[in-house]
């Protein structure tokens, strides 16, 4: 569910019209609805009811400050990948406690940081990880709270660059080696055990793959408790889908979710860490556009944007399929026709759609991608010298940019030449 509805012929975000948004901020841009992020964070926390849970929002999705402090307020932690994601978390207020690192390439200076700032775990993704933990705190005098992320071979079904529980992917320690690490980790100076960690992908749409890999989870907390480790917490990560397309099949909702993880793990009386992003921001926010052109071309017709790869990367990155519709309200009956949907860069890949069936449209006229909160803004780019898409939050009948779009001149001034130039 989200909050942008037509409202008297114009597509609205809560109580905003997108044309009013357009009018004042300019476009591309995106906008978010406060609604749909705090509907979702909640969605997820009934899901979970009696059970002791902590939700650490991952906020590589989107981390605009507004958007983290919404669901900060709300009780939310954060599940970070960087020294930058963690200083973003401690600016919107989340105490270290609420916080949970994750990452395959932790640097000595982000696990300082975290260490002295506070954490409530590390997800260790390997052996030479854990050494480097275990000497910083050492050093520091100071106790690392670990989960070691394993790896469960489980085939999430989803696009290949977004699955992470496979043997293949990068992520985590093979879950057969999973005990030896552990008792590795026991030993070591500064480093206390407490959970286990396991992540398998993101966009999943079906819930098999889940309760596969926490089934094996379930197994091995079993055997670390019986190896005398006290395992007090799962980090069973994130990866619940969204409907990105107007289908009939939805992918599986939180409630379920959340059966499946009392059912799977529930008896072990663990603290449960969920990681959602995608499914508490991606319909939360849309990225509007204007046609500039309606181009003829040989055999199709392309519809010229000003928003662009650089400013949504996923079509052209993951070939993903993102629903655009028009910010006016087509008439009953309107005419449709069938569009290349692109943007200005110049490469080829600065495609959204093909072949796309659309009500008409002409130069001049707003569309909005929707379920486009998710991995658009914090992977958008300047490419071709393209500012930054602004960020507007709307909360009932307000707005703020919450982003700003940068100006050429001070895109410009961040360049430095040299002296000797």
Same mark, same amino acid.
């Given at each position: 569910?989200d909050?942008?509805?037509?409202?008297?012929?114009?597509?609205?975000a809560?109580?905003?019209?997108?044309?009013? @948004?357009?009018?004042t901020?300019? #476009?591309?841009?995106?906008v978010?609805?406060?609604?749909?992020?705090?509907?979702?964070?909640?969605?997820?926390?009934?899901?979970?009811g009696?059970?002791?849970?902590?939700?650490?929002?991952?906020?590589?999705?989107?981390?605009?400050?507004?958007?983290?402090?919404?669901?900060?307020?709300l009780?939310?932690?954060?599940?970070?990948?960087?020294?930058?994601?963690y200083?973003?978390?401690?600016?919107?207020?989340? %105490?270290?406690?609420?916080?949970? +690192?994750?990452?395959?390439?932790?640097?000595?200076?982000e696990i300082?940081?975290?260490?002295?700032?506070?954490?409530?775990?590390f997800?260790?993704?390997?052996?030479?990880?854990?050494?480097?933990?275990?000497?910083?705190?050492?050093?520091?005098?100071?106790?690392?709270?670990?989960?070691l992320?394993?790896?469960?071979?489980?085939?999430?079904r989803?696009?290949?660059?977004?699955? #992470?529980?496979?043997?293949?992917? &990068? +992520?985590?320690i *093979?879950?057969?080696?999973?005990?030896a690490?552990?008792?590795?980790?026991?030993?070591?100076?500064?480093?206390?055990?407490?959970?286990v960690?396991?992540?398998?992908?993101?966009?999943?749409?079906?819930?098999?793959?889940?309760e596969?890999?926490? #089934? /094996?989870?379930?197994?091995?907390?079993?055997?670390?408790r019986?190896?005398?480790?006290?395992?007090?917490?799962?980090?069973?990560?994130?990866?619940?889908?969204? *409907?990105?397309?107007?289908?009939?099949?939805?992918? %599986?909702l939180?409630?379920?979710?959340?059966?499946?993880?009392?059912?799977?793990?529930?008896?072990?009386g663990?603290?449960?860490?969920?990681?959602?992003?995608?499914?508490?921001?991606?319909?939360?926010? @849309?990225?509007?556009?204007?046609?500039?052109?309606v181009?003829?071309?040989?055999?199709?017709?392309?519809?010229?944007?000003?928003?662009?790869?650089?400013?949504?990367i /996923?079509?052209?990155?993951?070939?993903?399929?993102h629903? @655009?519709?028009?910010? &006016?309200?087509?008439?009953?009956g309107?005419?449709?026709?069938?569009?290349?949907?692109?943007g *200005?860069?110049?490469?080829?890949g600065?495609? +959204?759609? &093909?072949?796309?069936?659309? %009500?008409?449209?002409a130069?001049?006229?707003?569309?909005? +991608? /929707?379920?486009a909160?998710?991995?658009?803004?914090?992977?958008?780019?300047?490419?071709?010298t393209?500012?930054?898409?602004?960020?507007?939050?709307?909360?009932?009948?307000h707005?703020a940019v919450?982003?700003?779009r %940068?100006?050429?001149?001070?895109?410009i001034? /961040?360049? #430095?030449i040299?002296?000797?130039l």
């Amino acid at each position: 569910m989200d909050h942008f509805r037509y409202r008297d012929g114009v597509l609205c975000a809560e109580d905003v019209a997108l044309s009013d @948004i357009a009018a004042t901020v300019g #476009t591309p841009a995106y906008v978010y609805s406060t609604a749909t992020l705090e509907r979702h964070y909640k969605l997820f926390d009934e899901a979970l009811g009696d059970l002791p849970h902590t939700i650490c929002y991952a906020m590589k999705a989107a981390s605009n400050q507004a958007i983290l402090t919404t669901l900060a307020r709300l009780g939310a932690g954060m599940d970070v990948v960087s020294g930058g994601e963690y200083a973003r978390a401690k600016a919107a207020g989340v %105490p270290g406690e609420r916080i949970v +690192f994750s990452g395959v390439g932790k640097t000595e200076e982000e696990i300082r940081a975290a260490l002295t700032g506070g954490v409530k775990q590390f997800n260790v993704e390997s052996e030479p990880e854990l050494a480097v933990l275990s000497r910083v705190a050492a050093e520091l005098g100071v106790t690392a709270p670990i989960a070691l992320r394993v790896n469960p071979d489980v085939d999430a079904r989803t696009h290949a660059k977004i699955s #992470t529980g496979k043997s293949e992917n &990068k +992520f985590g320690i *093979p879950i057969s080696k999973a005990r030896a690490v552990y008792a590795e980790a026991a030993a070591l100076l500064g480093i206390e055990v407490v959970g286990v960690d396991v992540h398998i992908g993101s966009q999943l749409t079906e819930l098999e793959p889940f309760e596969a890999a926490f #089934t /094996r989870v379930a197994e091995l907390t079993e055997a670390l408790r019986a190896d005398g480790h006290d395992i007090r917490r799962l980090d069973l990560g994130g990866g619940l889908g969204i *409907p990105y397309q107007n289908t009939n099949e939805a992918p %599986p909702l939180p409630f379920d979710y959340g059966a499946l993880i009392r059912r799977t793990v529930g008896h072990l009386g663990c603290e449960i860490e969920i990681e959602p992003g995608r499914l508490i921001a991606g319909n939360a926010g @849309i990225l509007l556009a204007r046609v500039i052109y309606v181009k003829e071309g040989e055999g199709r017709r392309f519809l010229i944007l000003d928003a662009a790869m650089n400013d949504l990367i /996923r079509p052209a990155m993951y070939d993903a399929w993102h629903d @655009i519709v028009p910010v &006016k309200e087509p008439a009953a009956g309107a005419g449709r026709v069938t569009y290349d949907v692109v943007g *200005p860069v110049c490469e080829s890949g600065d495609t +959204f759609a &093909k072949a796309r069936d659309l %009500p008409e449209l002409a130069a001049g006229d707003l569309v909005a +991608f /929707r379920s486009a909160g998710a991995y658009g803004a914090v992977m958008s780019s300047e490419y071709n010298t393209r500012p930054l898409v602004p960020e507007v939050l709307v909360k009932n009948d307000h707005h703020a940019v919450i982003r700003a779009r %940068p100006s050429f001149e001070e895109m410009i001034a /961040r360049d #430095t030449i040299p002296a000797w130039l």
